[in-house]
């Protein structure tokens, strides 16, 4: 027997997508602000995954200057037709002048080049495309409903995709307005067909403890649809803000070659109260079909914490999450732009060019990050510090946006060192412990977290902590979980220095 365990991708990997092709199933999840964009990972069993690659990894390719925290990319949909990949997203918060919206890309190989976005006249959020059996094609999303009947009532449009001219065209058609009346954010919907019949797979209730999966049906692709009279189909709102896992929704459905479903779908794990410094999640859940209607973790009515893979043979796992974490893992991300714009590898570690971007704007600083994938974890970054200049420093950054963020830092003065422990708290900038150090050319930066308590240490020494809770979404607002990384930055001054990353070690505890 082989089971896998919940979370199937642990950290912030929300809003997951997936196909299947062949005997390998594929997974896209979002990823906002932070560039490469669109981690894509395929697993031959639902049980191991491994990332492939990013769909958005060329600046040419997107723009995302000046996008802020929490907006950026959205929602992936990842489909497979006639021997070609498509992906259709939305890019949220672009400024004035810069391309932005509902768009579409496509690679014959997902783990190689992706194509430049195709822009598509379409508002709203959260697309998804569908291929009918007499070979259209069909592009649906989520916008505002344009005559609501309450408060955040959303619409789910549909409309014919043409592939050959790279356009939209037709009559539009609302075919959802919501499961519930009252409901909000219908959202992430997903068109399938099974047995003659379409379904409407769809969230409900926003992106955090009211989420939900609801489904829907029609003898037609164009409607009207029906709702299951069970919806929600899944939900863990009524279990709780003590549940172990709280906004469970935004599904997407495969089916495997040996006939049996699965659904993949966001949740958060709490601890330390209700917080989720984590941020959301990707989760396996199994799907029977019953009169007609999908029935998500049959017998239990919620996400499992372990799942049983029939016909999963034992494989080789993937690459351990502990351990140093040299350049070329796919886990590296930076903010808005590409890593190879102020870094390079060197060794282990890396070469990183001090930039004047603050880590406070919107733009691209020079910060190597990963995300936090456990509650309890050590991290250790050793850092060359001597080509640093005065007025310039380096640090540890724990991240989940400009206005929010703790670091462990060293900032360079014109006598000596200063070590500080830093917090950020909606805009407002805290020095929480500062001591003058002996100025020295290495110096090792480090985290010890332990569910919500974050040490900070400089060469083995805690110099102060931090409180997660103050740092997740359930605080700070936003949809991310926190990043972890080292950043250099000149606050601002021109600067021709560089500092070196010749470890960084993530170690789960």
């Given at each position: ?12 990997y929300p809003d997951p997508s997936i196909c299947r092709v062949g005997e390998y199933y594929y997974l896209v999840t979002s990823t906002f602000e932070v560039f490469p964009a669109l981690p894509l990972f395929r697993s ?223 949740g958060m794990r709490t601890y330390g109260g209700y917080h989720y410094n984590l941020g959301r999640e990707t989760f396996l859940t199994p799907v029977v079909w019953e009169d007609g209607w999908p029935i998500f973790a049959p017998g239990e009515g919620r996400v499992p914490h372990r799942v049983y893979v029939p016909g999963a043979e034992a494989r080789e796992s993937a690459p ?190």
């Amino acid at each position: 027997m082989v089971y896998v365990e919940n979370p199937i991708l642990p950290g912030c990997y929300p809003d997951p997508s997936i196909c299947r092709v062949g005997e390998y199933y594929y997974l896209v999840t979002s990823t906002f602000e932070v560039f490469p964009a669109l981690p894509l990972f395929r697993s031959r069993d639902l049980v191991t995954w491994e990332q492939i690659g990013h769909a958005i990894d060329r600046p040419d390719q997107m723009s995302f200057d000046g996008v802020k925290s929490s907006q950026g990319i959205f929602a992936p949909t990842i489909r497979h037709y006639d021997g070609v990949f498509y992906l259709v997203c939305t890019l949220v918060g672009t400024p004035e002048g810069t391309p932005g919206g509902n768009f579409l890309i496509t690679a014959t190989d997902p783990a190689e080049s992706w194509s430049d976005p195709i822009w598509l006249d379409a508002d709203g959020i959260d697309p998804s495309i569908f291929f009918d059996t007499d070979g259209t094609v069909w592009i649906h999303g989520t916008r505002l409903a344009e005559d609501p009947e309450w408060r955040q009532q959303t619409e789910v449009w549909l409309r014919q995709y043409d592939p050959q001219q790279e356009v939209l065209r037709g009559p539009e058609t609302v075919i959802w307005t919501g499961a519930l009346k009252g409901g909000i954010w219908a959202e992430a919907p997903h068109l399938f067909r099974k047995d003659g019949e379409y379904f409407l797979l769809a969230a409900e209730g926003g992106t955090a403890h009211h989420h939900s999966v609801m489904i829907a049906k029609s003898d037609n692709l164009t409607g009207p649809y029906r709702g299951n009279p069970g919806n929600p189909i899944l939900t863990h709102r009524h279990l709780g803000r003590h549940c172990d896992v709280v906004g469970a929704g935004h599904a997407d459905l495969v089916e495997a070659s040996d006939g049996t479903w699965w659904a993949v779908l966001l949740g958060m794990r709490t601890y330390g109260g209700y917080h989720y410094n984590l941020g959301r999640e990707t989760f396996l859940t199994p799907v029977v079909w019953e009169d007609g209607w999908p029935i998500f973790a049959p017998g239990e009515g919620r996400v499992p914490h372990r799942v049983y893979v029939p016909g999963a043979e034992a494989r080789e796992s993937a690459p351990p999450l502990s351990g140093v974490i040299p350049p070329g893992d796919q886990r590296w991300t930076a903010l808005r732009g590409p890593i190879d714009s102020f870094a390079q590898p060197v060794g282990e570690g890396w070469e990183i060019a001090v930039r004047p971007t603050r880590i406070t704007e919107p733009s691209t600083p020079a910060f190597l990050g990963v995300r936090q994938q456990h509650m309890d974890v050590d991290i250790t970054a050793k850092v060359i510090t001597d080509q640093l200049e005065a007025g310039e420093r380096t640090g540890l950054l724990i991240r989940q946006s400009e206005s929010d963020h703790a670091t462990v830092e060293i900032h360079r003065g014109h006598h000596g060192d200063t070590a500080r422990v830093t917090h950020r708290q909606a805009g407002q900038h805290s020095i929480l412990h500062e001591e003058p150090v002996e100025a020295s050319q290495k110096v090792t930066l480090g985290l010890r977290a332990r569910g919500q308590d974050y040490q900070l240490t400089i060469n083995g020494a805690s110099i102060g902590s931090i409180d997660g809770r103050l740092l997740d979404t359930v605080s700070t607002g936003g949809f991310l979980g926190l990043w972890i990384g080292v950043f250099a930055t000149s606050d601002g001054a021109a600067t021709t220095s560089t500092v070196t990353l010749t470890s960084f070690e993530y170690t789960a505890r």
